[in-house]
């Protein structure tokens, strides 16, 4: 069963959808007026033309396309980056080139993609000290390289 979520498209672009039956995320397209440049090192928020009104309790992913990642090194900056349920604006995609070489973005290049995904709400409970665990406070590597 598939949970509906009302779309409104302000591009002459399909609506994203799911590129085979086993796909976690769908495609989000550029939506500009013209070329954009991209030298390495530069970021840019590149339109869509799509709102969406999530359901209360999710959330929208955007995250980079592994296939724009290694061929042009284009990725998505704060990623995953999180469209709560109460936000109508446009989604928009924070691009970075991280290549060596200038790159381009056209109107209607895939680049991101959107995953969608069911949100608990949790309450805190104030405590004076925290269960122990064999790992601790172990962290940013601590169990080695491999």
């Not at 509906?4 to 302000?10: G, K, Q, S």
């Not at 989604?91 to 290049?109: P, T």
Request: include cysteine.
């Amino acid at each position: 069963m598939s949970t509906i979520i009302p779309i409104v498209n302000h591009s002459h672009h399909p609506l994203p959808a799911y590129a085979t039956e086993g796909s976690s995320g769908l495609d989000l397209r550029a939506f500009i007026a013209a070329p954009i440049p991209l030298a390495p090192l530069e970021r840019i928020l590149i339109p869509t033309g799509l709102h969406i009104a999530l359901p209360n309790n999710w959330e929208a992913q955007v995250r980079p396309r592994s296939g724009l990642a290694i061929k042009q090194g284009l990725t998505c900056l704060n990623t995953p980056g999180t469209i709560d349920a109460d936000y109508r604006g446009e989604i928009k995609v924070i691009l970075i080139n991280l290549s060596n070489e200038h790159q381009v973005i056209h109107d209607g290049d895939r680049i991101a993609q959107i995953v969608f995904q069911k949100v608990e709400k949790m309450e805190w409970q104030l405590v004076d000290s925290l269960e122990s665990t064999q790992r601790g406070e172990g962290g940013f590597g601590h169990t080695g390289k491999i």
